[in-house]
């Protein structure tokens, strides 16, 4: 049988079935492909999921359109951040070829903004300009002032440590010490007179007759001499007891450290608050630094990556993609002009804006980019914004700006404190907001001007006292004034607040807690008194009575040599 | 001695070459959405290849690549897009018409192409040996 050739010769058929299935891929396909590419893109821009209904391709433009665009928020994926009801893009055919998207003209219409939500406290992956607050000086006072227990003496444990109980311990050692040396010494002379006597006494009889009076002398003279010995034992009992004695009596010169150990283990909030400025501005300032942070975190490094890792598909990993960049290649992506225009709905679902954006592109050292936004939104009660931004990175250098001014937006859930034992925070307020972030180079400044108006405080706390101290120092303040200033090498700004509001917390706090304080110090020193005093009185009374003892015991020994050399004395024969 | 015939085909040494190559190649490209996959699906419109050996190929390409392969072309197609030797050579490939939609910047991609060309003499000599144990009917 005659093989059959490599080449299909009567391949129409074939042909005609590949011609159906690309015009049908076209007609049918397509679309989809185009939606679930464009998902894709925007979701990686917006670090959460964005959903398109409906996109068309036209080839006749080219053109795409995109109906119903939801962007949900990347700090909670189960919410809708906005929406744009359309977008309709003309692109440009030389780019298309080359797998590159340059957008000629392009409008977005009928965008919905939802409520606002403050930011959660980290943002997306921890990045953020406003620096991370380490120290809670705030929130840790408030837990203490609300812990019944915080001014209770510490346990017994607590006082093995203070400089009179180590001083008493050395002064108790020093007296055992004493005693003991007291105690050999006696004995060693008790029994030296005990041989000595029974020593005299083995002699008596062997000693002749001319020789007895000599002998007399000697055992005078070694009684004597005994007996020296153990009034100098006396006298070192007594100079010795003396200083130790003088020892005990310094215990009372420690007392003053005592209460600072004790103080310093008691673990008190500082008095200064040195951060709380910072740890409240930081709060308020962050929803508005949230949209820097969008702008120097998410659209920089996304407009200018030049790799994107793509996500596995169907069991496969899928790579990544790289981008190059050269003269005459036009941009990975070019947006040249959109105009983004909504009209406000009777129900103030849709807002009403009106923006546009110019050359917004991967490669802002080849074109400089500018946005520019006015809207409001009558539902999510946001009135006036104002947006301008400019990314210009040509002739090798960084000059990007972003300036925001809001009239008016809503204040909702904003917490300076939430532990255990307290939520504090703003309910609801009205703000108005100034924002100007620049950009030169690696350094950045960033402006923040806040007014809050009708502010409602939030104060939830089980202590009674706390609530108190808290109602009453917020209670003047129903209009609020937030500045901030951030500079320095970007990402890591040094950042300076100014506002009443922590200003009056630090004051109001810095009075009871000083007030506690002094109460708490006062009892201390009370009890550290007692402490000496009966640490005082335990040493010298144990020292008295060893020393007297000891003096006894002394006493006695000497009587007992007196009345022996009186005998021998009586007993010595008449010159 | 004589090669016991254990099957029957009446494809050419050629026709089984292209069709494992092929085969291979549609296996190891992590996506179908790239310009020569659509071109290696048209030539077949023209070209006879017998499908079994095609399909077995691809079968057993693509279960390399998913359980085994996949990252080492990953690594390949990188080392090579990363090369600052190449780099003008990719930028001139991005800047023709038509030749990005290869998604030669894809690592995968490139790396799976790599592959499939560093393949060709195994196919051949699976497709000569092939030939030779199965007689023509």
Known sequence: MKRPGLIRWNFFGYLLFAVLALAAYTFLGLDGHVKSLMAQKLSALNGAEVTIEKAIFRLNGPRIELEKLVFKDPLRPERIQFEIEKIQMDLEWPALLRNRLVVKDSTATSVHLNAIQPPLSVVGDGQTLVGSQTVHSLAFASDFLSNPSRTQLPPDDAWSVVPSVQAKNGVTSEISAAVEGWKKQLDSLVDENKQQTEAIKGTENQTAEKDAEAHVKIIIGQLEKSRLELEQLETQVKADGNILLNKIQTLAELLPHDVTVIRQNVKLPSLEFKTIAAELGAEQARPAIGLVDDFYFRLLPWLEKKEQPLRPSYGRNQGTEFYFSGRLLPPRLWIKKLEISSKESPDGETGDVSGHIADLSSEPDQVAAHLSLQANFKKAEVANVQLEAQIDHREGRVDDRLQLNIASYPVRDLDFVKTPSLRMGIEQATASLNLEFLVQKDSGIINLSSVLDKVIYRVETNSEPLKKIFDEALAPLTSLQMDANAQGRLPNMHWTYSSPLSERLRTVLQQVLSQEYAEFGARIRDRAYQRVVEAKQTLETNLVMESDGIQQKIASEKEALKELTSNYVKAQPKM | ?137
């Open chain 2, 1 to 137: 001695m004589a090669i016991k015939p254990r099957y029957s085909s009446r494809s050419s040494f050629f026709q089984i070459f292209l069709a494992l190559l092929w085969g291979s190649w549609l296996g190891f490209s992590p996506t179908w959405l790239s310009l020569q996959v659509l071109i290696l699906l048209v030539a077949l419109i023209f070209l006879r290849l017998p499908w079994i050996w095609m399909m077995t190929s691809f079968v057993v390409s693509w279960a390399m690549g998913a359980f085994l392969l996949d990252p080492l072309m990953d690594q390949v197609g990188k080392l090579l897009l990363r090369q600052p030797a190449l780099d003008h050579f990719w930028t001139e490939m991005a800047k023709a018409p038509v030749l990005p939609w290869l998604h030669f910047n894809n690592s995968m991609v490139l790396g799976a192409f790599l592959l499939g060309v560093l393949t060709i003499p195994f196919w051949a000599y699976v497709a000569w040996n092939l030939r030779r144990r199965a007689p023509v009917n």
